[in-house]
């Protein structure tokens, strides 16, 4: 498994489904976006998905950033 990647050549949705696939799969993915309202988009879409869940989220490594961390859904 891969340790970083690069998805921001990517659609939106796609971006999502791969974190959202690797959560499932029991990896915990942190990601970073360039505001709370694209936070707060990535963090529905990813509900919708179903079977992750949002471990935490706050500021990003970057001035005026949001980092958002998605684990596989609590058995």
Do not use: H, W
């Amino acid at each position: 498994m891969k340790a970083f990647a690069d998805l921001a050549d990517l659609p939106e949705d796609d971006r999502i489904d791969i974190i959202a696939q690797a959560a499932r799969d029991g990896a915990i993915v942190g990601f970073v976006v360039e505001d709370d309202q694209k936070a707060d988009r990535y963090v529905q879409k990813l509900r919708e998905r179903g079977r992750t869940r949002i471990i935490g989220r706050g500021p990003g490594p970057v001035e005026n950033t949001v980092l958002v961390r998605v684990g596989p859904a609590e058995s």
